[in-house]
């Protein structure tokens, strides 16, 4: 199995990825965990993988494009752990999810000669991944130690919006403390939000707190875009106390 993570949206080049994969490997089976990352957000990227990848079964391949370097010196890479494959480019989107797990081996995929200077997804990542699940990741290129870090970043109580969901939800890389209200400072603004278990319990027109699928803080508005409000970006920084 191979899963999809991508920032390319409802576009012919999640498509074409997978008519890639299929000339390689027509047995593949193909599942798109998500394709609407914000544009060259590798932080996003970062947490939706290091959040759901444990939902799947061992084996599976993780194939990963949120790019913002292609066409640059940044190098592409092949993870094996203890249980899963990942092809990514090095640049700290699979830093969080393999500290969880025990690398085995990591290999530099080459980038072909004639290959797309905007479209590695196509030329470089979906084949490296076809070929893993044929069994031949072994032939995918030279090894190496070494891989780029990115940490998401949290110092106490201050975290930072890790994804703006479809909703409008405001996701964010802190827990909850079990308390009923918080003080919140997001960008210029600063309130007392209160927090509610249930969308549904919230009161109308107004920002609230609840925890999310992942276990952390995200700042909503029932029937509403939190995000409309706040206009905070992926990456921006969030006190939560």
Same mark, same amino acid.
């Given at each position: 199995?191979?899963?999809?993570?991508? #920032?390319?949206?409802?576009?012919?080049?999640?498509?074409?990825?997978?008519?890639?994969?299929?000339? *390689?490997?027509?047995?593949?089976?193909?599942?798109?965990? +998500?394709?609407? &990352? /914000?544009?060259?957000?590798?932080?996003? %990227?970062?947490?939706?993988?290091k959040n759901n990848y444990k939902y799947f079964p061992e084996g599976v391949v993780f194939c990963c494009v949120v790019d913002p370097g292609v066409g640059t010196e940044r190098r592409a890479l092949a993870v094996r752990t203890a249980d899963y494959y990942f092809t990514a480019p090095d640049n700290g989107l699979l830093w969080e999810t393999l500290r969880e797990q025990k690398v085995v081996e990591t290999r530099?995929?080459?980038?072909?000669?004639?290959?797309?200077?905007?479209?590695?997804?196509?030329?470089?990542? %979906?084949?490296?991944?076809?070929?893993?699940? /044929?069994? !031949?990741?072994?032939?995918?290129?030279?090894?190496?130690?070494?891989?780029? $870090?990115?940490?998401?970043? $949290?110092?106490?109580?201050?975290?930072?919006?890790?994804? *703006? #969901? $479809?909703?409008?939800? &405001?996701?964010?890389?802190?827990?909850?403390?079990?308390?009923?209200?918080?003080?919140?400072?997001?960008?210029?603004?600063?309130?007392? %939000?209160?927090?509610?278990?249930?969308?549904? %319990?919230?009161?109308?027109?107004?920002?609230?707190? &609840?925890?999310?699928? +992942?276990?952390?803080?995200?700042?909503?508005?029932?029937?509403?875009?939190?995000?409309? !409000?706040?206009?905070?970006?992926?990456?921006?920084?969030?006190? *939560?106390?």
């Amino acid at each position: 199995m191979i899963v999809l993570l991508t #920032d390319f949206g409802q576009s012919e080049y999640v498509g074409v990825m997978k008519a890639v994969i299929y000339r *390689i490997d027509s047995e593949a089976k193909v599942v798109d965990l +998500c394709h609407d &990352i /914000s544009p060259q957000s590798v932080i996003e %990227a970062s947490w939706v993988l290091k959040n759901n990848y444990k939902y799947f079964p061992e084996g599976v391949v993780f194939c990963c494009v949120v790019d913002p370097g292609v066409g640059t010196e940044r190098r592409a890479l092949a993870v094996r752990t203890a249980d899963y494959y990942f092809t990514a480019p090095d640049n700290g989107l699979l830093w969080e999810t393999l500290r969880e797990q025990k690398v085995v081996e990591t290999r530099v995929i080459p980038i072909p000669e004639g290959a797309s200077h905007t479209f590695h997804g196509r030329d470089v990542f %979906a084949g490296a991944a076809a070929n893993i699940t /044929s069994g !031949r990741f072994d032939t995918l290129g030279p090894k190496t130690e070494s891989i780029e $870090r990115l940490e998401l970043y $949290r110092d106490g109580r201050v975290g930072i919006a890790i994804r *703006i #969901d $479809r909703f409008g939800n &405001i996701v964010t890389n802190l827990p909850g403390e079990g308390k009923a209200t918080y003080w919140v400072k997001a960008g210029e603004h600063h309130w007392k %939000a209160k927090y509610y278990k249930t969308y549904h %319990a919230a009161p109308d027109n107004e920002l609230f707190l &609840i925890e999310g699928s +992942c276990g952390t803080l995200e700042i909503s508005l029932k029937n509403g875009n939190a995000n409309d !409000r706040l206009k905070l970006l992926t990456g921006e920084r969030i006190e *939560i106390s």
